[in-house]
């Protein structure tokens, strides 16, 4: 009632100020009072709303014909409803990922585009059918890359197939794609190394079309190939030196009952505090926290630490200490202190994510040398 109420007093104001027609006027405010009551009309449409529905619901459970032909009749049938610009929509996305024919594709994007695209969209839009133009000449290697990356087999399978496709178009359009998927399939099947080469031909195919997060990416598989193809292959040599050093003093002659048994009580306790600290360490709050060890790790830590102490044992029955006691009271814990660091940087490394580790360890050491310093 306001609304009929302040176009009659619009129309009187008008009126009195100009010379126009009152029919015209009439017309006018007709014409304002019916467009409130048309686009809710279209909104409202319960045909289009239960088809756009029943589209969703195919479209969710991969019936991607079926909801491809649902939307299809809502465009068709319901040219003003607001269904259709949903529907305009989801056929462009179906027809390049799911059916993969490029020429439908092309043209519901270039309607979605001219009719409905709002001005946030029409850049992306523009993109899209640039690319989408250019791949008209390599429809079938689109169609197995589209085919692929929804198949939902497992990265394995996804690493083959992938391969198999630059191989047999190795001038296919999507290239930077196809090794940005590569790149971040290695990763999580944690292969660094494939990784990282993937990142490298990916930057240098272009080095704009690494994003921010392909960068870390990158940096991180990098570090974890360095850390194990350099710094993993001195500690292995650390760790070999060794061994063939004690090895080569003879230690098992100078072996006797006494010493056998202090390491085996050695290993015992070792063990039972191992097994003390068990329910303290799942009591640990890692919430927030990128390193959690598991299971295995701990017990293979411990199982390390057995052999380290195993060494020591050799170690200090060595035959060239017999006449250098001073000597051996000196290095014995440098040299322990060295084979340790060597053989649990080789445990961390080898983690699934020893670069993070490193990282967590590096921050939380500064973290104590400043909590220390601010003591003093």
């Given at each position: 009632m306001r609304i009929i109420t302040g176009m009659l007093q619009l129309k009187s104001i008008v009126m009195q100020r100009t010379k126009l027609n009152p029919l015209l006027i009439l017309l006018l405010c007709g014409a304002?009072?019916?467009?409130?009551?048309?686009?809710?009309?279209a909104q409202g449409n319960p045909e289009a709303n239960e088809l756009k529905q029943k589209a969703q619901h195919a479209y969710i459970a991969g019936r991607y014909a079926e909801a491809a032909a649902t939307n299809l009749e809502i465009a068709e049938k319901y040219p003003e409803s607001e269904a259709r610009r949903y529907a305009v929509q989801m056929l462009g996305t179906l027809y390049e990922d799911n059916l993969v024919d490029i020429k439908k594709a092309i043209k519901w994007d270039r309607e979605f585009l001219k009719k409905y695209a709002d001005p946030r969209q029409v850049s992306f839009y523009k993109e899209k059918l640039a690319s989408l133009e250019k791949l008209m000449n390599q429809e079938q290697a689109f169609k197995t890359y589209q085919a692929i990356r929804f198949a939902n087999k497992g990265d394995e399978i996804?690493?083959?197939?992938?391969?198999?496709?630059?191989?047999?178009?190795?001038?296919?359009?999507?290239k930077t794609e196809v090794q940005r998927e590569l790149a971040y399939a290695y990763g999580r099947l944690d292969k660094r190394r494939e990784s990282y080469s993937a990142f490298q031909a990916l930057s240098r195919i272009s080095e704009k079309k690494l994003s921010s997060s392909d960068r870390v990416a990158y940096q991180m598989a990098g570090r974890y190939w360095q850390m194990t193809q350099e710094w993993g292959w001195v500690a292995w040599g650390v760790i070999a030196t060794l061994w063939v050093a004690v090895l080569m003093m003879k230690p098992w002659e100078q072996l006797?009952?006494?010493?056998?048994?202090?390491?085996?009580?050695?290993?015992?306790?070792?063990?039972?505090?191992?097994?003390?600290?068990?329910?303290?360490?799942?009591?640990?709050?890692?919430?927030?926290?990128?390193?959690?060890?598991?299971?295995?790790?701990?017990?293979?830590?411990?199982?390390?630490?057995?052999?380290?102490?195993?060494?020591?044992?050799?170690?200090?029955?060595?035959?060239?200490?017999?006449?250098?006691?001073?000597?051996?009271?000196?290095?014995?814990p440098v040299l322990t202190l060295l084979m340790t660091t060597a053989v649990f940087y080789l445990f961390i490394i080898y983690q699934p994510n020893g670069p993070e580790i490193t990282d967590v360890f590096a921050v939380k050491y500064r973290y104590l040398i400043g909590e220390i310093t601010e003591r003093r």
């Open positions: 304002l009072l019916w467009l409130p009551f048309s686009g809710l009309a996804m690493v083959k197939r992938f391969e198999a496709l630059l191989k047999e178009h190795p001038d296919f359009l999507m006797t009952r006494a010493s056998t048994k202090k390491f085996l009580l050695l290993a015992m306790l070792w063990v039972l505090l191992i097994a003390a600290s068990m329910p303290l360490f799942y009591k640990i709050d890692t919430n927030g926290d990128r390193i959690i060890f598991h299971d295995t790790a701990v017990f293979i830590a411990a199982g390390l630490n057995l052999t380290i102490l195993f060494w020591l044992l050799l170690l200090t029955r060595g035959k060239f200490w017999q006449t250098r006691p001073r000597a051996l009271r000196w290095l014995s």
